[in-house]
């Protein structure tokens, strides 16, 4: 089983959708958990960290599940400029981060 | 402004052909790392570093080297370049410590490709 799982998509999605995305990991010692955005051939970029109480930062919202370990990364209201891939990132040890494969998504309009 | 620099952005070559891809940080950051990403596969790391003088192999290092000299900079060097190396790299820092740990920051990428 690999470290941290994505579904690769695409997921198609019109302006104005919400839509989700699920990350799961394999480490249950890992202790720090992120969504990175990468534009196409571009670098990722933090989109935002994952708390245990789960976090929102204006129309995303991010969930950690401890307990069937994964996170979670929600988007509401589409926009054509969320198109990009969305990487999750778990740190394992204190330091060590993997990177999830990416979940490729496409707001059209 | 606080950044990753990595140069060059594009480098073609060939097989065998000795080269240095540079990186480095102003944010005083103690972590410092090198990935690969390729189509399908991901970002894979191929080698990190937690402060001047300490590296360690990530997932695939096989090919590559790397030194921390200095805590800003940490360079990739392929001795022996090999078409299989033609690949996106991109180099990344963080900091250990305060409420921006493992906060990943990357340079804008290396586009590699070896003939």
């Known amino acids: 089983r690999k470290e941290v799982e994505q579904d690769p998509g695409p997921f198609n999605v019109p302006e104005g959708a919400t839509v989700a995305f699920n990350c799961t990991y394999s480490n249950s010692a890992s202790q720090s958990f992120f969504w990175y955005r990468q534009d196409c051939r571009k670098e990722p970029k933090l989109l935002m960290s994952?708390?245990?109480s789960g976090n929102e930062d204006g129309r995303f919202t991010a969930q950690l599940n401890r307990a069937s370990q994964y996170i979670s990364l929600l988007i509401r209201d589409s926009k054509l400029s969320d198109s990009a891939t969305y990487l999750c990132?778990?740190?394992?040890?204190?330091?060590?981060?993997?990177f999830g494969r990416g979940t490729s998504l496409i707001v059209h309009p | 402004e606080a950044q990753v620099t990595q140069n060059p952005r594009y480098l073609i070559t060939v097989t065998g052909k000795k080269l240095t891809v540079t990186c480095s940080q102003n944010?005083?950051?103690?972590?410092m790392s090198w990935y690969r990403q390729d189509p399908g596969l991901g970002l894979r790391q191929i080698y990190y570093s937690m402060n001047v003088e300490v590296t360690d192999k990530g997932d695939v290092p096989e090919g590559y080297k790397v030194s921390r000299k200095e805590k800003r900079n940490f360079p990739l060097i392929l001795e022996s370049p090999s078409p299989n190396q033609t690949s996106l790299y991109f180099c990344?820092?963080?900091?250990?410590?305060?409420?921006?740990?493992?906060?990943?920051?990357f340079g804008p990428g290396t586009r590699l490709t070896v003939l």
């Open positions: 990344a820092s963080s900091t250990l410590s305060g409420a921006s740990t493992n906060t990943q920051y």
């Open positions: 944010m005083n950051h103690e972590y």
């Open positions: 994952v708390y245990s």
């Open positions: 990132v778990v740190t394992r040890g204190s330091y060590i981060p993997t």
